[in-house]
């Protein structure tokens, strides 16, 4: 037998191999790891439109049917789902922070979720950074490949402070992500804002920010998306932009999520919308209350890049973006998300678009990687964003 002969032997052999007793072992075991992963893959491709068949193509539809059964447990958990807190439930960082007399003090009062020890180590190395005073310090490191070894008290690396902006960019990571925690002080400068085209066509994260006067954005709403190729401009669901209604609910289980005149994020059905100053449509519903609204970790939604936004009882809005579909972070579940706000405090919390959407931006660029067709660091063009004004 030849040399060619045999090496096609042996693929033939290796082949059949895997389809008789791999695949069927990949299917029906009930072994964790596996039965995690195979979940995943599943709820991964079916959460998209155009790839679906990544799991169609290969896995018996009762497989994919009794995977999916959770985003419906998921689904029923939602609807009633609404928050309840109100101005009287809540405390402010900035005011109780403004309250005290030493800028030192004044300053961990108002990071309280800053490691005080690995600051202090920092501020050794880098003396420079009081010279303006403690109101001042301002450290940028999110374009950096190694961060600067300043941790939060959860562990994760600080990227980004700014003391007179009140922000705080945080690197999170898990087994299957990386991506970037906002931590922000002052609700009051959070608003929901429109590309200049809106129902006609979007704009990047980056150019709705610059219009706006924003320091800080991240992307909001879903939006009309027909064969992938959408302009961005026609939002999917609720829009309301400073106590203007813009486009009424679609209500296809989705949430409308959205600051009060009170700033505080509120979430639940339709009937809360009138009560909101800046509002969109999307989902699904993180935690309200302090308690989860998920089935389960992925509750059926897979592995994606994502978008989500929360507030913590002191009324700190937390912007999270992860970064997906990359060797560097294949993308988070619902529940990962819901994880990470948990640990930094939030009371309230929802899943916002994600995919391809998915971009932070913060002090002139973006600070995420944002996965399109056309690898453009900028992202796709977005009808709108949550973003936080220029403290001037």
Not at 87 to 114: C, K, P, Q
Not at 200 to 221: C, P, R, T
Not at 222 to 231: A, H, S
Request: proline residues 3%; glycine residues 10%; negative net charge.
């Amino acid at each position: 037998m030849k040399g060619s002969q045999r090496v096609g032997l042996g693929m033939t052999i290796v082949i059949l191999l895997l389809t008789t007793v791999l695949y069927p072992v990949l299917l029906y075991t009930d072994n964790a790891f596996v039965t995690k992963w195979r979940t995943l893959y599943i709820e991964t491709a079916m959460s998209t439109m155009t790839h679906q068949w990544l799991a169609t193509a290969i896995i018996p539809q009762s497989i994919i049917d009794e995977v999916m059964l959770t985003r419906e447990d998921t689904t029923e958990m939602q609807k009633t789902a609404e928050s309840t807190w109100s101005i009287g439930d809540v405390t402010s960082a900035i005011v109780e922070s403004e309250e005290i007399d030493n800028t030192e003090e004044r300053f961990y009062a108002l990071f309280d979720e800053l490691d005080r020890d690995s600051f202090e180590d920092y501020l050794e190395d880098h003396p420079e950074l009081l010279e303006k005073g403690w109101d001042k310090i301002a450290i940028d490191k999110c374009d950096e490949s190694k961060a600067p070894g300043i941790k939060t008290k959860e562990g994760d690396q600080v990227l980004a402070i700014s003391a007179n902006q009140g922000i705080m960019i945080v690197e999170v990571r898990g087994e299957t992500y990386v991506g970037r925690l906002a931590i922000v002080k002052d609700p009051s400068r959070v608003e929901l804002r429109t590309c200049k085209r809106l129902f006609k066509s979007g704009q990047y994260l980056s150019d709705i920010a610059e219009n706006h006067d924003a320091i800080l954005a991240i992307n909001a709403s879903g939006f009309i998306d027909e064969g992938g190729v959408g302009n961005g401009g026609t939002p999917y669901g609720y829009l309301k932009v400073a106590g203007d209604e813009k486009q009424e609910a679609f209500e296809h289980g989705y949430k409308i999520l959205g600051f009060d005149e009170d700033d505080l994020l509120q979430i639940g059905g339709t009937e809360i919308a009138d009560n909101l100053w800046d509002a969109v449509e999307f989902g699904p519903a993180l935690i309200v209350d302090g308690k989860s609204k998920l089935k389960s970790a992925s509750s059926g939604w897979g592995l994606q890049p994502r978008t989500a936004i929360g507030q913590a009882s002191d009324k700190t809005v937390l912007m999270l973006v992860i970064d997906g579909r990359s060797t560097r972070s294949a993308g988070a579940t619902v529940g990962d998300c819901k994880e990470i706000l948990e640990r930094y405090g939030a009371e309230q919390a929802c899943n916002l678009d994600g995919g391809s959407s998915s971009v932070m931006y913060y002090n002139g660029r973006e600070i995420t990687h944002p996965t399109t067709a056309s690898d453009n660091p900028k992202g796709r063009h977005l009808p709108n964003a949550f973003l936080v004004t220029w403290k001037h």
